[in-house]
């Protein structure tokens, strides 16, 4: 599967954004598709994952939680990363890829190029 995310730009602190991860290649309503995001000098931050099955919780990192809200619509083969009450420590380049829970805590694949966003206080 092939994902490509968009949606990234300057916001001020307290704004919001919608990032859309939209895949190619396959279905997506068969995975769970998820969210990260990497700073520069800071390690790879696991933000939420949304599972195949509607009906299953997704996850959120403590960072982001109530404030992020993550959905998707598979009629589009698209995943959305709703973003709220944005901060500057949000600053980041965003990727998606397909997601499951690791032992050591959710991990990653099959991400494509990632969008940049940078809140300003």
């Known amino acids: 599967v092939q994902l490509q995310a968009s949606g990234g730009g300057l916001v001020h602190a307290g704004g919001s954004l919608r990032l859309s991860c939209e895949g190619s290649g396959e279905s997506l309503d068969v995975y769970a598709i998820g969210w990260f995001r990497q700073a520069p000098g800071k390690a790879r931050e696991a933000l939420s994952c949304?599972?195949?099955?509607?009906?299953?919780?997704?996850y959120y990192a403590d960072s982001v939680k109530g404030r992020f809200t993550i959905s998707r619509d598979n009629a589009r083969n698209t995943v959305y990363l709703q973003m709220n009450a944005l901060k500057p420590e949000d600053t980041a380049a965003y990727y998606c890829?397909?997601?499951?829970?690791?032992?050591?805590?959710?991990?990653?694949?099959?991400w494509g190029q990632g969008t940049q966003v940078t809140v300003s206080s």
């Open positions: 949304i599972s195949s099955n509607l009906a299953a919780t997704p």
């Open positions: 890829g397909t997601c499951w829970a690791g032992v050591a805590g959710y991990e990653y694949y099959d």
